[in-house]
């Protein structure tokens, strides 16, 4: 055996290493960010909040906790709402015809982020009431 790394390979293609594959990773998020600005009004509506939020959450927050307190969910929305735009996608890729089982993934999805508003309704309620 060769003291050389060995390629590896998924489904018949040979995958990236290295700095190779930090670059494709990126590239991929990038084309995620994008597509979900360019194709889902939901996380461009979203991301327009943030502008909002994330400012007044380092303006209010005290504390570094209280900042994180305050900003983090935010972020949890914006990264809640790629994954339901996925599930969504994915689920509209394999039939347009009504199944119970895709309504119910693509209602759960919605549901995440709804949870996710919640949590920051939640800790900018808490964190501004201790002011």
């Known amino acids: ?11 018949g293609r040979e995958k990236p290493r290295g700095l190779s594959r930090l670059m494709a990773s990126f590239s991929n998020s990038w084309k995620g960010l ?14 327009v909040g943030a502008l909002l939020v994330l400012p007044a959450g380092l303006y209010f927050g005290h504390t570094g906790v209280e900042r994180a307190l305050l900003v983090g969910p935010m972020l949890l929305v914006l990264i809640v709402e790629l994954l339901n735009s996925a599930v969504e996608a994915a689920i509209d890729r394999i ?8 309504g119910l993934a693509k209602d759960l999805g919605s549901a995440a982020v709804l949870m996710s508003f919640i949590l920051l309704a939640v800790n900018w309620v808490v964190v501004l009431a201790d002011h």
Do not use: D
């Open 95 to 102: 039939g347009v015809e009504r199944n119970p089982l895709s």
């Open 1 to 11: 055996m060769s003291g050389e790394a060995r390629p590896l390979v998924v489904a």
């Open 34 to 47: 994008s597509g979900a600005w360019h194709e889902e009004e939901a996380f461009r509506q979203e991301c």
